[in-house]
Nanobody
Framework: QVQIVESGGGLVQSGGSLRLSCAASGLIFSFTHVGWYRQAPEKQRELVAHITSGGTTTYADSVKGRFTISRDNAKNTVYLQMNSLKPGDTAVYFC?????????????WGQGTQVTVSS
């Protein structure tokens, strides 16, 4: 009964901020790598930010300096702090939790949360 639940999306003006949360249950969260992806209508899904089990982070060039990914293993939660938002950031944001590098681990997706940035 693994569950991945995203929250924190909404409508914000250009230049504003949002904080997304990805809460996981039913798995050993500390043994996972977690990525935030986004998908806009008529576009491919793209990786926005990624954090490993050890805390190493990577970002898409389009969000570097504006977004920050972090994790709190005690709360089984990964966050995406999004600042200086632009209309081009509008998309459904999905959380991917991947534990396949460890024996018995799986790969899981949340349902997505909508982020809309007005121009």
């Amino acid at each position: 009964q693994v569950q991945i639940v995203e929250s924190g999306g909404g409508l914000v003006q250009s230049g504003g901020s949002l904080r997304l949360s990805c809460a996981a249950s039913g798995l050993i969260f500390s043994f996972t790598h977690v990525g935030w992806y986004r998908q806009a209508p008529e576009k491919q899904r793209e990786l926005v930010a990624h954090i490993t089990s050890g805390g190493t982070t990577t970002y898409a060039d389009s969000v570097k300096g504006r977004f920050t990914i972090s994790r709190d293993n005690a709360k089984n939660t990964v966050y995406l702090q999004m600042n200086s938002l632009k209309p081009g950031d509008t998309a459904v944001y999905f959380c991917n939790v991947d534990g396949r590098f460890r024996n018995g681990g799986g790969n899981y997706w949340g349902q997505g949360t909508q982020v809309t940035v007005s121009s």
